[in-house]
Structure formats: C-alpha cells, structure tokens
C-alpha cells in the first residue's frame, strides 16, 4: 500500500501535537519511526490506522481516502497492547473471525503463527494471565495472522528477551518481502532500525525533521537534535 500524508495537523486542546505537510511512503518498505518521547509518533501511527482523525489534513492509500474496506487490510499493533479476556488461541483467531475466513483454514493458521512465534504451550492459557512480554508476543501474532497489506507496530520488542527479538524482526521482515506490505514500525533502539528499517523517518515536536535512507542519515546526518539522539542511542545499545 502506498500512504501519503498531506498537510497533517494533529492538535489536543491548543498543543499542536502533530504538523506533517507531506510524507510519501511506497509499498514494500519497512520505515522506521524514531524520535524523543512525545515527538508524536504513536499519534501519527494512530492517525494512519484510522483509529485517531486528524485536526486537518489527510491520509490517502493508493491515492484513495482512508476508509472502512482499506481499513482491514491494515493492521495496528499498540505500544500497551490489550488482549481479549479469552484464551491465547481466541485472540490470534479473532482477526480471521472477523474476516469469515473457514473454520479449517483458521485453525491451521493460527496454529502456523503460534509454532513460528513460540507460543503454543500458552494457547489454551487466558489472555488476562499471561506476563508482559508473553502479553506483546500474542498481541503481534493476532496483528498479523491475516497477512494485513501495511502493518504499523509501535515499539512492538520493548518488552520481549533479547533472544526473542531476532524471531519477530525475521516475521516482519518475511512478511515484508511475501506480501510486499508497508511497515512502520516505531522503535527506540536504533540498532534495530539499522538491521531492519529501508528508511527512517525522525519526527520531533510533531514534525518530521530527517526522512530518508537509514545509513545515509546515520552517516551524514548534521542535524543536532537527530545527531545527539542518534549517536546516543547508538551507544546505548551497542555497549
Ligand atoms: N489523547 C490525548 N490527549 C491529550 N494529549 C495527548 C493525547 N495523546 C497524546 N497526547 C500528547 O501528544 C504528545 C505526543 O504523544 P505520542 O504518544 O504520539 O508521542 P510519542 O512520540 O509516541 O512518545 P513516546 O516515545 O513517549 O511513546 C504527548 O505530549 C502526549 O502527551
């Protein structure tokens, strides 16, 4: 799916949280969202969900509004995700449910989605009980088990062992390369967007400050706020 973002304004009370005028981003690429905290990116992946309406402005997919039918190939993937009080296998089936995919076919994709993210002895386990980043890992198979058309995650390894992180990078990226879907993804860790991200997109205060390819940024980059954030983080996570 191709989003373009047109003179976008985001506003809660009279704080302008979001003020995007144009971001294209094409089908098939995997784009990293990074800033500081509050710079806006959850709201912008809201927005493009169609789960928040913006203040101004608009978001197109294939040159067409946002609506109910583009809606559902799209998936969200929340920062504090929320499962249904049902078991494991209730959750990640929901999506399929709600598509009328077969009785048969839901089983068997689900079972796949729980065996490729190490979760089938938890399936028959209430939703409510499971821990943190068991809670992060079911919420991801649900957000993906309808193979949706552009999958927006924010932050979606915060929580998850360091063990872990390798599984769901590879089903994002396989998924990318399969279905050739739009990616979005939200991350604090810039070792992440450097192994998985095509291109970044660096918002602060609700605006985007550097958009293109990662290495090219990371490199050349000689803005102070992207730099200082940057070469931090880098740090951070390659001690
Ligand atoms: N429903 C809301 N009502 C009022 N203010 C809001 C609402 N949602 C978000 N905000 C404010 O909008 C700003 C941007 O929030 P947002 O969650 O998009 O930031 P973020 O970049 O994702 O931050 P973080 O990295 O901390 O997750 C913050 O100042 C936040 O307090």
């Given amino acids: ?22 971001l294209e981003l094409k089908s098939g690429k995997i784009y990293g969202i ?25 978001i197109t997919i294939n040159g067409e509004k946002l609506d109910n039918i583009k809606m559902k190939h799209i998936t969200y993937s929340n920062q504090k995700p929320y499962l249904y009080r049902t078991t494991v ?9 709600f598509r009328k995919i077969n009785k048969e076919n ?49 932050e979606p390894t ?17 998924r990318n390369k399969k279905n050739h879907c739009t990616i979005l993804i939200i991350t604090h860790n810039i070792s992440q967007a450097r192994r998985i991200c095509d291109e970044i997109i ?14 090219d940024i990371f490199t050349n980059s000689t803005n102070n706020i992207t730099r200082k954030f940057l070469d931090a983080e880098y740090c951070v996570f390659n001690k």
Avoid: W
């Fill in 34 to 58: 990074i800033g500081p905290n509050g710079a806006g990116k959850s709201t912008l992946l809201k927005i493009i969900s169609g789960l928040e309406e913006p203040t101004e402005g608009e």
């Fill in 106 to 154: 839901i089983n068997s994709t689900v079972n796949d989605i729980l065996r490729e993210f190490k979760i089938e002895h938890i399936k028959e386990q209430q939703a409510v009980r499971l821990s943190g980043g068991e809670t992060q890992k079911v919420a991801l198979a649900r957000a993906l088990v309808f193979n949706p058309r552009c999958i927006l995650l924010d």
């Fill in 89 to 97: 296998f209730n959750n990640v089936s929901y999506p399929l449910k």
């Fill in 158 to 174: 915060a929580n998850i062992d360091p063990d872990y992180i390798d599984l769901i990078e590879k089903a994002v990226i396989k």
């Fill in 202 to 215: 660096f918002l602060d205060k609700g605006k985007v400050i550097e958009f293109g390819d990662m290495k």
């Fill in 1 to 22: 799916m191709d989003i373009k973002v047109s003179n976008l304004k985001k506003q809660y009370g009279n704080k302008i949280i979001l003020d995007i005028e144009k």
